[in-house]
């Protein structure tokens, strides 16, 4: 499903680029929670909206489902991984699954994900910490793209509202349940259903660097180095 969706330009236009190295984006990668009754009984409505606020307060590791996703400009889901809220990874069978297998990506693309994430020639991530001008653009260039993901998962729960609180304390039924309205939602797409949703910030736990391997480190910094001398020469 990934080599087969349309790129789109890092810098969100057509200037040349790509020509020179600079990959096109194939999607935004990130992630979302879904929560889910722990198996304490069934609620009526009132009482979920309680619970999914206990469940902020409290964090119970799987009271929620972690619904891995990559979408691309036109916010079809062409990525959906789902986990338990203990599971911690961010992506790192995704990221194996690439280097395996790199034709499951057309050549010179990329996807874009926040920091957290792995680096590696198929993934680009944000530096965490200033490295200079230089850096602090290629920072904005990924952050650009964020909002996509963003505005696609609130689509999708604005579709099925339902991903807001599962009211099920079965984990396989509540994923079949999760997957399902992701299918179901490309094909909404397709149909030219659109349904906007509100954007709202996640909240959650600061993220450090992720796993960042050489190959990843040698192409963030090549692809810093073309921006940085982009906007160099067009403004000489």
Same mark, same amino acid.
């Given at each position: 499903?990934?080599?087969?969706?349309?790129?789109?330009?890092?810098? @969100? *236009?057509?200037?040349?680029?790509?020509?020179?190295?600079?990959?096109?984006?194939?999607?935004?990668?990130?992630?979302?929670?879904?929560?889910?009754?722990?198996?304490?009984?069934?609620?009526?409505?009132?009482?979920?909206?309680?619970?999914?606020?206990?469940?902020?307060?409290?964090?119970?590791?799987?009271?929620?489902?972690? &619904?891995?996703?990559?979408?691309?400009?036109?916010?079809? +889901?062409?990525?959906?991984?789902?986990? *338990?809220?203990?599971?911690?990874?961010?992506?790192?069978?995704?990221?194996?699954?690439? *280097?395996? &297998?790199? $034709?499951?990506?057309?050549?010179?693309?990329?996807?874009?994900?926040?920091?957290?994430?792995?680096?590696?020639?198929?993934?680009?991530?944000?530096?965490?910490?200033?490295?200079?001008?230089?850096?602090?653009?290629?920072?904005?260039? &990924?952050?650009?793209?964020?909002?996509?993901?963003?505005?696609?998962?609130?689509?999708?729960?604005?579709?099925?509202?339902?991903?807001?609180?599962?009211?099920?304390?079965?984990?396989?039924?509540?994923?079949?349940?999760?997957?399902?309205?992701?299918?179901?939602?490309?094909?909404?797409?397709?149909?030219?259903?659109?349904?906007?949703?509100?954007?709202?910030?996640?909240?959650?736990?600061?993220?450090? $660097?992720? $796993?960042?391997?050489?190959?990843?480190?040698?192409?963030?910094?090549?692809?810093?180095?073309?921006?940085? *001398? $982009? +906007?160099?020469? @067009?403004?000489?």
């Amino acid at each position: 499903m990934l080599r087969k969706t349309l790129q789109f330009s890092l810098l @969100g *236009k057509a200037n040349g680029l790509e020509e020179k190295g600079v990959p096109r984006v194939l999607g935004v990668l990130g992630h979302t929670r879904i929560p889910i009754r722990l198996p304490i009984g069934k609620q009526d409505v009132e009482s979920m909206v309680t619970e999914v606020k206990r469940i902020k307060k409290e964090a119970h590791p799987d009271s929620w489902l972690n &619904l891995e996703l990559v979408c691309n400009h036109t916010g079809r +889901l062409i990525h959906c991984r789902i986990s *338990k809220g203990s599971d911690l990874d961010r992506a790192s069978a995704l990221r194996d699954k690439l *280097k395996q &297998l790199p $034709e499951m990506m057309p050549p010179e693309t990329c996807l874009v994900a926040r920091v957290g994430y792995p680096a590696s020639a198929q993934i680009l991530t944000p530096y965490v910490v200033g490295r200079g001008p230089r850096g602090n653009l290629y920072n904005r260039t &990924l952050e650009a793209h964020f909002y996509l993901l963003d505005q696609a998962v609130a689509d999708l729960k604005a579709r099925f509202e339902r991903l807001r609180y599962l009211d099920m304390g079965n984990y396989e039924k509540a994923k079949a349940v999760v997957l399902t309205a992701c299918i179901l939602h490309n094909v909404f797409l397709d149909m030219r259903e659109v349904v906007k949703g509100q954007v709202e910030r996640e909240a959650g736990t600061q993220e450090g $660097e992720g $796993e960042c391997d050489e190959e990843g480190v040698r192409r963030r910094e090549a692809i810093a180095d073309l921006l940085y *001398k $982009e +906007l160099d020469s @067009g403004s000489t």
